[in-house]
């Protein structure tokens, strides 16, 4: 079984509507990321969360929340979604220890459009 | 803003010959890490070389690290046909949430078989 999953892996939906997408890991990490992907952009970070009490604003949070219910799943909600928030999203998850400790692990994605 | 760049943004080689990517960024860094993304796949981490380091191995893929030009280089030597995909630079930076990574926006390698 994959460490990283992701549920769904392909969403189609209408402007407004409210999205969740969720991530669970089997990893043991306590950091959990959550990223867009659009062609040309490389990954931008959307929020972060350091352990289930912690969470962090990334650096396109606008139109995104979070919520971390337990060490082992993260999930990124559009409360009203708008085709500009069509990408590919990615969870990941690192450990805080050890001496690779900034290594990211990555879920295998989900694609997400807009109409 | 994107911490990293890569130059090439693709780079099409036959196989068998050595690929060389390279990635520029513009702050301090704590380590940097490369990416490598098959067609809408998850990324997979390859390397990470530290502050401190400057040139790193692991099997066919050596990275070297120049702090002072703020810059470093990702070789894939012996390119194979599997070896196609979207490579990826990012930094871990100093301070604050240090777990933190800012990813380039790739270099698109294709080997030709």
């Known amino acids: 079984d994959a460490d990283v999953t992701q549920t769904p892996r392909n969403r189609i939906t209408k402007t407004g509507k409210r999205i969740m997408l969720e991530c669970s890991q089997t990893?043991?990490?306590?950091?959990m990321y959550w990223y867009r992907q659009d062609p040309g952009l490389g990954l931008r970070l959307i929020y972060y969360?350091?352990?289930?009490?912690?969470?962090n604003k990334g650096e396109i949070s606008d139109g995104y929340s979070v919520s971390r219910q337990a060490q082992a799943k993260f999930s990124l909600s559009l409360e009203s979604a708008i085709p500009n928030q069509t990408a590919l999203y990615f969870c990941?998850?690192?450990?805080?220890?050890?001496?690779?400790?900034?290594?990211?692990?990555f879920g295998p994605g989900t694609r997400l459009t807009v109409l | 803003s994107q911490q990293g760049e890569e130059d090439p943004q693709a780079l099409s080689i036959q196989e068998g010959e050595n690929a060389t990517m390279n990635c520029s960024y513009k702050?301090?860094?704590?380590?940097l890490q490369w990416y490598r993304q098959n067609s809408g796949r998850g990324l997979v981490h390859l390397i990470l070389?530290?502050?401190?380091?400057r040139e790193k191995h692991s099997g066919r893929l050596r990275v070297t690290l120049d702090t002072s030009k703020k810059s470093s280089s990702l070789l894939i030597t012996a390119s194979r046909a599997a070896d196609t995909a979207s490579y990826f630079c990012?930094?871990?930076?100093?301070?604050?949430?240090?777990?933190?990574?800012?990813f380039g926006t790739g270099t698109l390698l294709a080997v030709q078989p």
């Open positions: 990941a998850t690192s450990d805080a220890t050890g001496i690779n400790y900034n290594e990211q692990f």
């Open positions: 990893k043991g990490h306590d950091r």
């Open positions: 969360s350091f352990d289930v009490k912690d969470i």
């Open positions: 702050t301090s860094i704590n380590n």
């Open positions: 070389i530290r502050s401190n380091e």
């Open positions: 990012a930094t871990g930076l100093y301070g604050g949430a240090t777990n933190k990574l800012i």
